[in-house]
Each structure stands twice: as structure tokens, then as C-alpha cells.
């Protein structure tokens, strides 16, 4: 029986039914439950001093997921009424840096962030963007200047606390679609054309307080801009950070894909350095907030009143060189949520730091896709949906609820049943959650995706697996 014709086998009533049994709900929304409750402080965050003596709140407010007009439909306009109350409510309980990209949010981002500071006193806060110029056309030096005076345009400021070379490490592509090497790539963006040389003018001029790089993909190339730390003089640098990161980000990726180096091993060479470390990713695209009952169970029993997200940036900001984590907050849940944890920080003991070794060792253990809702690879030219496709599969993983070959003929009827139990709760929940005509059946597998994704994750192979376990 295909997808269809099962759905329509269960009828509206259960179709509700189960979709609610399942908690699949629309992406975009997000509840109370989950989160720790009670006063948040306004002047218990922790700070760290960074190279040039600047106090930072140890949670940075990443703008890369926010709120939209349309709450169901992430390309609708963004809701500025709301990122404006989002970025007051931080301001005012402690947090005061803000990282954003030309990129994010289909390039909306530091114009929204722009109009949103520019309300406040510039000593309130510092801003972080990047010089995101992985696309091939603008890889020249008049293109990659255009775009980094634009940033200063849209954010409204006349100089930008930290800047970075965005995403060192991922491969590039050509105009006639050739994959560029990731080294290759590097030295095309950054080198060959003087722009290092011209941000490091740029940050004795005063326009950039601190220069750096964001790290993903072939360490090779992290090991590289390491090399040139005697010339540049690093201020920071932001990888991705978590306790699955710590030590299993090989394990992360499946056969056939690649990704960023262990956590551990990048964060002791910048310590080796005395460069400041920035966080990514200290949720792992949400997957630390979501997860397998084992877990819960573990972390609830320790701190019943505590998140799961909590465990995360407790760990995140455990290291001392770190001096931000930075989470995309889109409700006023999640940032109120995480002012709690870092205000002030609370570090881990060695019984929590083991307890987390031992979940991040069963969890790495698990087939989920390790997409972190970056939204690079979006718009899809064919429409997908592809962050909430990953998001829901990986939901399902975590569930037990994904679909296996179909049952034989002498399946039991104990079998049976646990797999319709299954597939129920995955198609229902699919269909819930993702439109249908931005599933994984509408992929052609064009591959233009492929170098935008910071993961380096095989999406169209993953669009056949969904679809071929959704039929």
C-alpha cells in the first residue's frame, strides 16, 4: 500500500489522532513544555574578556533562525516587531553579543538585526558577521569588498566588533557547476585575491575590532589558517561545539559523506594559540533538545526542572577559552530558556561530564542525518523543504518510528503491529509537518544543494532514502 492510500486509510479522525499521539507538530511552533521555569535574571550573566578587553556575554544571540510573519512558512517576511522584543529582552537581562551573516536568512539577517540595534546605544552591544562569499562570482576581490561594505550599510554601524572568513574548510563550485577543492577554495576566497591582506588593513584602521574565521569540513584547511596565525594574529574563532562534537563528529556523517573535525581536537589547538573560541552549534541543530528517552531519563534524573537544552550549553561553555556560545533563538522560549543557564553559568562536574560522555557514545551510535537547520541549501529550486524533512526523519529516529523493509509473510502478528504503529506515526507526522508538495518525492537530484550544505550531507541520496520509506 503506498503513502497515499494509507493515509486515506485512516481516516480524518485518526489522521488528528495520531498526528497529536506523535507531538508532530508544525515546524515553526514551539510550546513551554520542555523548558525551565521561574524569574530570569538581568545581572547574573557570565562574561569573558576577549583579545581586546572586551567583556562578552558567554550566550551570543545568533541570528540565523528567526521568527517569521507567517510562523508555518519560514519565506514569508520576517516578523521585525518580534526579533525587535527578542534582541530588548536579551539586551536588558545580560546578552550582548549578536552574530549574524550576510547569508542568513536568505540574506535578511543583518538587515533585520541592523534595525533592531540600532534602537539602542552602540556600546550595548557588539555585533559579529562574516565575509560570506562562497559563491564563485563573488570570489573576486571588488566582489568580496562590495559585500563587506554592505555590511556595514545594513547593520547600520561604523565599525564591527568581530569579523570573520566565513566557513573555511567547504569545497567550492565553479559557474559551470565543477567542484573547487576545498584548499583550492580557501586560497581563492580569501588569499589569491588580497582579501585577508585588506581585512587585516581594515582591522588597524579600527572598521573590524577582531578578525577571525568560522570552521567546516577538511580540517586540512582549519590547519592551514592556523599556520598563518603568526602573520594574522587570530582575535577568535567560531566551530562547531557540542558533546557529541567533543569527541564523535566522524560519527555523524554516514559512509560516502565527511564533516568537521572533533570538537576536542579544534578547541585544544586554539587553546595551544590563546585564541578566544567561538560556539556553534551547541545544540547540534536542535537534536540536544530532542532527545532519545535514555537520555531524558539520565537528565531528568540529575535535574528534573532543568532542560534538555541546558545539559548543552552548560557543556558548551564549559572550556575556558570559549567566550561565546551562540544559539538561534526564534522564541522567546528558547531565549529565556538559555539566559537561565548562562546567568550565571553553572559549570559541569566530573560526574556530569561523564554522564554526557556516556549519552554522546549511544547517541553517535544512532542513524540520524546530521542537519543543524542552517537553511544554506535553502530555497530548494524544486520547492523542498529540506531542513524540516531532515528534522522530522531524525525526530522519528529518535522515536523509534522509522519505517524498515516492508514485514514477510510470516511476520507475527505482535510485528505487525508495531510496524503499522511505526509507519503511522511516521507518515502522519510527515505529512503534518512538512507540505506536501515540498516532500523528498519532488527532489530531481540537481545537486545544487551540495556545496551549500555545511555538514557536506548527501541530500539528494537522503531525499531517495525518505521517499523510499515513506512509499
Not at 586540512?220 to 602573520?231: I, N, R, T
Not at 542552517?374 to 531542513?387: H, S, V
Amino acid at each position: 500500500m503506498n503513502r497515499r492510500d494509507f493515509l486515506k486509510s485512516l481516516g480524518a479522525g485518526a489522521l488528528a489522532t495520531t498526528a497529536l499521539a506523535a507531538g508532530c507538530d508544525s515546524p515553526n511552533q514551539t510550546q513551554a513544555e520542555g523548558f525551565a521555569l521561574g524569574e530570569v535574571p538581568t545581572d547574573k550573566m557570565t562574561y569573558r574578556t576577549g583579545t581586546h578587553g572586551e567583556k562578552v556575554s558567554l550566550l551570543g544571540f545568533g541570528f540565523m533562525r528567526l521568527p517569521t510573519v507567517d510562523p508555518d512558512d519560514r519565506r514569508s517576511d520576517l516578523d521585525q516587531e518580534a526579533i525587535n522584543g527578542l534582541a530588548d529582552y536579551a539586551i536588558a537581562h545580560g546578552l550582548n553579543l549578536f552574530d549574524t551573516s550576510p547569508r542568513y536568512c536568505q540574506a535578511r539577517s543583518e538587515t533585520s538585526l541592523g534595525i533592531a540595534l540600532s534602537r539602542h546605544k552602540r556600546e550595548d552591544y557588539l555585533i559579529s558577521t562574516k565575509l560570506s562569499n562562497q559563491s564563485y562570482d563573488i570570489w573576486t576581490r571588488e566582489g568580496s569588498i562590495k559585500m563587506f561594505e554592505e555590511s556595514f550599510e545594513k547593520l547600520q554601524v561604523d565599525y564591527i566588533d568581530f569579523y570573520m572568513l566565513h566557513c573555511i574548510g567547504l569545497p567550492g563550485r565553479d559557474n559551470e557547476g565543477n567542484t573547487i577543492d576545498p584548499m583550492k577554495a580557501f586560497y581563492g576566497r580569501f588569499i589569491d585575491n588580497g582579501i585577508l591582506d585588506f581585512l587585516i588593513e581594515q582591522r588597524a584602521k579600527g572598521r573590524i575590532r577582531n578578525l577571525g574565521f568560522s570552521y567546516h569540513g577538511d580540517v586540512k584547511v582549519f590547519d592551514e589558517a592556523l599556520s598563518m596565525h603568526d602573520k594574522v594574529h587570530w582575535d577568535h574563532v567560531l566551530i562547531q561545539h557540542n558533546y557529541i562534537n567533543w569527541q564523535h563528529a566522524g560519527a555523524l556523517a554516514e559512509e560516502g559523506e565527511t564533516g568537521d573535525a572533533n570538537s576536542q581536537y579544534l578547541y585544544g589547538e586554539l587553546a595551544k594559540r590563546d585564541i578566544p573560541v567561538f560556539v556553534m552549534e551547541p545544540l547540534l541543530g536542535g537534536q540536544l533538545a530532542t532527545l532519545p528517552q535514555f537520555a531524558v531519563d539520565e537528565m531528568k534524573r540529575r535535574e528534573p526542572e532543568q532542560s534538555l537544552a541546558s545539559w548543552a550549553f552548560r557543556f558548551a561553555g564549559n572550556q575556558p577559552r570559549v567566550l561565546t556560545v551562540l544559539s538561534g533563538m526564534t522564541y522567546m522560549e528558547h531565549l529565556q530558556d538559555n539566559l537561565r543557564t548562562m546567568s550565571p553559568h553553572k559549570p559541569l562536574t566530573d560526574e556530569e561530564l561523564a554522564m554526557l560522555s556516556d549519552i554522546a557514545v549511544r547517541y553517535a551510535g544512532i542513524s540520524l542525518i546530521p542537519c543543524t537547520n542552517c537553511q544554506y541549501c535553502m530555497p530548494c529550486p524544486y520547492g523542498l523543504d529540506i531542513p524540516t524533512i531532515f528534522a522530522h526523519y531524525n525526530k522519528m529516529v529518535n522515536e523509534g518510528n522509522v519505517i524498515t523493509d516492508d514485514l514477510s509473510e510470516a511476520a507475527s502478528s505482535e510485528e505487525r503491529r508495531a510496524y503499522r504503529k511505526a509507519r503511522r506515526a511516521f507518515l502522519v507526522g510527515y505529512n503534518r509537518a512538512v507540505e506536501p508538495d515540498r516532500q523528498a518525492d519532488r527532489c530531481i537530484g540537481c545537486g545544487k544543494c551540495l556545496p551549500e550544505c555545511p555538514q557536506q550531507i548527501d541530500i539528494p541520496g537522503k531525499m531517495l532514502m525518505i521517499e523510499e520509506k515513506s512509499n
